[in-house]
């Protein structure tokens, strides 16, 4: 199974929208609700900020929202904030107890 | 809150073997499912392990399946991974995680990583 395709990088200025895409296939991302997506600081271990598509866990601010459309799954960071510059991740579910993450997207607040 | 800290990673010969553990407090450890997750040097997260709650199931990704064994001890509250004949490319920070699985599938608390390098 191929790791989920995101954007290497990712910008946008304070206070801005940023949206990171996360492709997949009709076996993993287009078939199940099961996406999540983690931030990841350099050298610590991964957050989850969105789990199912678009729900969030406690704690994790509004301003993280997920959705899905066919085989591609986004992320989109609103209002951005320094704070939000980290490596995101998305993962799905793709069948026989197997889960697959992307590549990471680097985001960066101007 | 839960806490997981993992241990046992460190320089390995090719061909060889490592045990990592993964200490867990701060939850009931017994009622959840537990996962290791890895990281090559500048690369994404791979997901390798899962165990069940009882420690009666397990899955395994096809790159490490018949190389690594996930096991458990809940009366200690630690996860462990056995790795054998560890190739370079199996050099990666790994993490063990708290996990739902089976109603959902998402890795809801990590530890801090531990490093294995396998090298000569």
């Known amino acids: 199974q191929s790791a989920l395709t995101q954007p290497p990088s990712a910008s946008g200025s304070p206070g801005q929208s940023v949206t990171i895409s996360c492709t997949g296939t009709?076996?993993?991302?287009?078939?199940?609700?099961?996406v999540s997506w983690y931030q990841q600081y350099p050298g610590k271990a991964p957050k989850l900020m969105i789990y199912?598509?678009?729900k969030r866990p406690s704690g994790v601010p509004d301003r993280f929202s997920g959705s899905k459309s066919g085989n591609t799954a986004s992320l989109t960071v609103s209002g951005l904030q320094a704070e939000d510059e980290a490596d995101y991740y998305c993962?799905?579910?793709?069948?026989?107890?197997?889960?697959?993450f992307g590549g990471g997207t680097k985001l960066t607040v101007l | 809150e839960a806490q997981l800290l993992e241990s046992g990673g460190g320089l390995v010969q090719p061909g060889g073997s490592l045990r990592l553990s993964c200490a867990a407090s701060?939850?009931?450890?017994?009622?959840?499912?537990m996962s290791w997750v890895r990281q090559a040097p500048g690369k994404g997260l791979e997901w390798i392990s899962v165990?069940?709650?009882?420690?009666?199931?397990?899955y395994y990704a096809d790159s490490v399946k018949g190389q690594f064994t996930i096991s458990r001890d809940n009366s200690k509250n630690t996860l462990y991974l056995q790795m054998n004949s560890l190739r370079a490319e199996d050099t990666a920070v790994y993490y063990c995680?708290?996990?739902?699985?089976?109603?959902?599938?998402?890795?809801?608390?990590w530890g801090q990583g531990t490093q294995v390098t396998v090298s000569s």
């Open positions: 995680a708290k996990v739902v699985w089976g109603n959902n599938y998402r890795f809801e608390s």
């Open positions: 701060g939850f009931m450890f017994s009622s959840y499912a």
């Open positions: 165990i069940g709650a009882s420690g009666g199931t397990t």
């Open positions: 009709s076996s993993d991302v287009g078939s199940y609700k099961y």
């Open positions: 199912e598509v678009s």
């Open positions: 993962s799905s579910y793709v069948g026989s107890n197997n889960v697959i």
